[in-house]
């Protein structure tokens, strides 16, 4: 599961210049697969086979993960003879310029911080921290009005699902207050 | 008729005030959260889920139904006012709709397409009434080998033959199986990709997939790439037609929806090949009356391909409630979240709990009518949304996908879990991966190995024993057809999916050029 991580930041470069023939990175990605059908194999082989049941539980595993690496290599196959993918468009994508990819590791710290404190500081709290920081990485610099917005955001979600809809997300830090 | 009678029950259960404030909460946030730019109609049902949590199913169904049909229209109104469509469906509509909104009549592209919405997602979920039980009763009747056959059918036609390179259809179909494959073994119950976790081991929770892939990873490949300048948003009056707007656009209607409907029933499914069908049907029309308007903004060219796009979402619950089978992204959310209320979509659901679907498909039609009843006079409010500053806007949507994710079991292992797949949905839009294959592997998966090893018990072990049923033979021949025609087609002419793409070319040129 780690390995989709490790890919984009090795996208940088074919990005960066317009003109190169292979899309280098997609190796990575082909490797990813290779490695993540073989861990599936793996995975797969390691199990106990029950009684009565003439499929088990290792054939479907056995099967996924063995096209997944034929299709890692059918990739890498593609990219050598200079198969290039198109990055996906959109309403807010701008694809003439280089890839930001700062922006999407403050993005990704910011949410790690959320899911590492989120038990104990509680919903109220972290999820304003998610909005201020996720704005703050994407350019924004009205902090006063993105913290103000974010505290009435999360407090609000968090009396929604206490009250509407009887989900009690955690108080922490602020329990007894809220 | 014995089905308008249980349909007329399922207006009973829905038609009570409460309901139908929920239903109007539902259309005013499916179409709120469908109209902020970069969010379609999948994401906005997924984003939503959480809210209904805690619910009773009529309740939450007819809140859906609103959802669903709010964020499909939300999704049009961004390409009419943006000419930036956030879904392959919605290409065609931004293609004459927002020459229609340069050209100053925005009220009229949006009215049409609002009209045109309610006319082909009433008559579409009115056949469904009729053929979802037909197709149900036949359901019942057929085996695993069948359904297994079926899903195959299913994972085929989205992966090779919709999408543009099958290549890649096939790394997301495989990817989504494998993270399908993570938790308990249905049978020995032997945890499977769990790395020794318990919390794995309880299976990937698919609306912390749908969230992480769709909302997380689309907010996060716009993070990378962020329009430094901000798009030109059209204002907008309250939409109207005159007569002759009226005169010009009920024809594309009717023919939309009959384009429509079909491809959204059938498990070929995908509302492009309809849309694009019916905006040439159109042009064809136009051209032969001599009042060709097209490339200028002509009213049949939003009217047709609208009508088209949700006559086929409504297409998509014959399959979906008859079959359990879903085929497009949305359609494959929806199933999540019937699950999420241990609902079983397939032949067994329309006589095990008939008062669920009737009320769910009374649902569809009460969302629709609310939906424009409300819209039309809201347009120009939702409008002014296009013009959130971005860094709030996806601040927003991070939120949002957090809080959906963590709500569903209050884990902040989830949220963790979402982290690692927005990253693997970046990683998908980055490798021009397609979405839909990997949500429908998740989904179908689990589903297709369990009617395997039903059918293999069945025949003890006999491979044979997967095409000892008939149509489950027919079945595959439609699979070999599907695989192979392809490249016969090929052959003859450009590939379709090249063909599909040229009137997309001229909407992408005029991007760069501004």
């Known amino acids: ?178 | 008729m014995d089905n308008l009678t249980l349909l007329a029950d399922g207006f009973g259960a829905v038609l009570t005030p409460e309901n139908l404030l929920f239903c109007a909460i539902g259309v005013l946030l499916g179409t709120f959260v469908g109209v902020l730019p970069g969010i379609g109609p999948a994401m906005a049902v997924a984003l939503l889920l959480p809210v209904t949590f805690g619910m009773d199913p009529v309740p939450a169904f007819i809140m859906f139904a609103g959802i669903y049909y709010g964020g499909m229209y939300g999704g049009s109104t961004t390409s009419i006012l943006l000419n930036t469509p956030g879904e392959s469906a919605s290409v065609m509509t931004a293609l004459e709709g927002n020459l229609m909104a340069r050209a100053g009549r925005a009220a009229q592209a949006l009215a049409t397409a609002a009209i045109g919405s309610f006319i082909a997602g009433t008559i579409g979920t009115m056949l469904v009434v009729f053929f979802a039980p037909a197709l149900a009763s036949v359901a019942v009747q057929i085996g695993a080998p069948t359904y297994f056959a079926l899903m195959v059918l299913a994972m085929i036609m989205v992966t090779s033959v919709l999408g543009g390179s099958p290549l890649r259809g096939f790394i997301a179909l495989f990817l989504g199986l494998t993270i399908g494959l993570v938790g308990l073994d249905l049978n020995t119950g032997q945890p499977r990709l769990s790395f020794d976790q318990p919390l794995l081991a309880d299976r990937i929770d698919v609306v912390v997939v749908a969230v992480g892939i769709f909302a997380l990873g689309e907010a996060l490949w716009v993070a990378a790439h962020l329009r430094r300048s901000p798009l030109h948003v059209i204002p907008v009056g309250r939409p109207w037609m005159d007569r002759t707007d009226l005169r010009r656009s009920w024809g594309p209607w009717l023919r939309g929806t009959a384009y429509g409907f079909p491809f959204g029933a059938l498990p070929a499914g995908g509302a492009e090949i309809p849309t694009f069908l019916s905006y040439l049907t159109e042009k064809r029309i136009a051209k032969r009356k001599g009042v060709d308007e097209f490339g200028k903004g002509a009213i049949e060219g939003v009217a047709g391909p609208e009508a088209a796009n949700n006559a086929s979402a409504a297409g998509t619950f014959v399959p979906l409630l008859a079959l359990g089978l879903p085929v497009t992204a949305t359609s494959a959310v929806m199933l999540a979240a019937l699950q999420g209320y241990g609902i079983e979509p397939g032949p067994g659901l329309m006589t095990d709990q008939p008062e669920l679907v009737w009320a769910l498909l009374a649902s569809l039609l009460v969302g629709n009518a609310l939906l424009l009843v409300l819209n039309l006079p809201l347009a120009p409010v939702w409008a002014k949304l296009l013009r959130i500053p971005r860094p709030q806007l996806y601040a927003g949507i991070l939120f949002f996908a957090a809080l959906g994710a963590y709500a569903a079991n209050l884990q902040a292992f989830d949220l963790f879990l979402l982290v690692l797949l927005g990253l693997l949905g970046l990683a998908m839009r980055r490798f021009g991966l397609p979405v839909l294959p990997l949500i429908l592997g998740v989904i179908l998966g689990p589903l297709m190995e369990f009617r395997l090893r039903e059918a293999m018990a069945i025949s003890g072990g006999d491979v044979a024993g997967l095409w000892s049923e008939p149509l489950a033979v027919v079945v595959y021949v439609v699979v070999a057809i599907a695989v192979t025609a392809p490249f016969v087609f090929r052959r003859v002419r450009p590939a379709p999916s090249a063909v599909l793409e040229e009137p997309g070319t001229p909407a992408q040129d005029q991007e760069k050029v501004r």
């Open chain 1, 1 to 178: 599961m780690s390995t989709p991580l490790d890919t984009p930041t090795t996208a940088e470069s074919p990005r960066t210049s317009p003109g190169p023939d292979r899309d280098l990175a997609q190796l990575g990605l082909a490797a990813a697969l290779v490695v993540i059908g073989a861990y599936t194999v793996y995975d797969a082989s390691t199990l106990r086979v029950g009684f009565g049941d003439p499929v088990g539980p290792r054939v479907f595993p056995y099967v996924i993960g063995t096209v997944t690496v034929v299709l890692g290599v059918l990739l890498t196959i593609a990219t050598l003879r200079g198969d290039v993918a198109e990055a996906e468009g959109g309403e807010d994508v701008d694809l003439r310029q280089p890839a930001d990819w700062l922006t999407v590791l403050k993005l990704v710290g910011v949410l790690m911080v959320t899911v590492l404190t989120v038990s104990f500081l509680g919903w109220a709290i972290s999820g304003a921290i998610l909005f201020v920081g996720a704005a703050w990485s994407l350019g924004s610099r009205t902090l006063v009005r993105d913290v103000i917005v974010g505290l009435v955001l999360s407090v609000s979600s968090w009396y929604f699902f206490h009250e509407g809809l009887g989900v009690i997300l955690p108080a922490g830090i602020l329990d007894g207050v809220l």
